[in-house]
DNA sequence: GTAAACCCTGGAGCTGGCTTTACGTCAAGC
DNA sequence: GCTTGACGTAAAGCCAGCTCCAGGGTTTAC
């Protein structure tokens, strides 16, 4: 798979992909012989992890600290662990914050329909009394 | 309550509460004569309500954009409530998005947990057959 | 065989959102 | 009356995270 199609596949920009791979968030890709990227399955895996984390707002550097314990084999089990949960205590918290400010929205949205309904009689009364 | 007494009580620096005023983010605070700001209580509720929607992902533009409309008063009622709508929206697929990751998370982790057991089990079968 | 369409790299540039700097004013305590 | 420290402004600077560009090498289609 070559780079135009794991962009389109992920929608995720060509350079957001090389800039990805510089940083170390994703396993150096194969290349053919004349230098292009070849995308195995493993790397669009990386590539779907990489991008849905970076959605959630984890920041490029604890993704770059996973992945470099990844390749450090299975004595870094633990620390993987824990970097994991620590940043998913992280997104519980961003995560609660927004729903109470949804909640909030919510409840302005209605504030706002029942004065522009208060509004709109005002005009018609208004109207009448013509 | 002067700026650095409402810094404190709502965690925004200084600089970031003159920042907002000078983005329109919060109307004009009225100064003392000597040009010192004096935050009234209404002024301190607009600085609660932009701290919300920023720490919810609204764009400053967004917030700018609602303060504009909410100062040309009650004929601009619509506008910003399908303005509170479509963020509102936004929001939610942000939210929706942040909480399957939090369950990838969560199932990542309880992949890890058995993995370590695992691990660990392994460790001492090579010790006792020592 | 040549133009069009991709791909490469390294490095500069951009955007959003603050933060710092440089410099000046003012009020309070000593 | 002088220092100290909080406040003021305008403008530059900074950081994360991309995004674009120049210059150059392939591959593909005609």
């Known amino acids: 798979m070559n780079i135009s199609e794991v962009s389109k596949k992920y929608g995720l920009s060509i350079d957001t992909l090389r800039y990805y791979e510089k940083e170390g968030l994703i396993p150096p890709v194969r290349r ?3 230098g292009l ?3 195995s399955e493993q790397d669009c895996g990386w590539v779907e992890f990489i ?3 970076r959605a959630a707002g984890l920041s490029i550097d604890t993704l770059r600290q996973y ?3 990844y390749f450090k084999g299975n004595r870094t089990l633990q620390k993987r662990k824990n970097l994991l ?3 998913r205590e992280k997104l519980k918290a961003r995560i609660d914050e927004m729903q109470s400010t949804l909640a909030r929205l919510d409840y302005k949205i209605e504030m706002y ?3 522009i309904v208060a509004c709109e009689k005002e005009l018609l009364k208004k109207r009448k009394s013509k």
Do not use: P
């Open 32 to 34: 053919s012989e004349s």
């Open 37 to 39: 990227r070849d995308y």
């Open 51 to 53: 991008k849905c984390m």
């Open 67 to 69: 992945i470099t314990l």
């Open 85 to 87: 949960v620590v940043e």
């Open 113 to 115: 329909e029942g004065r």
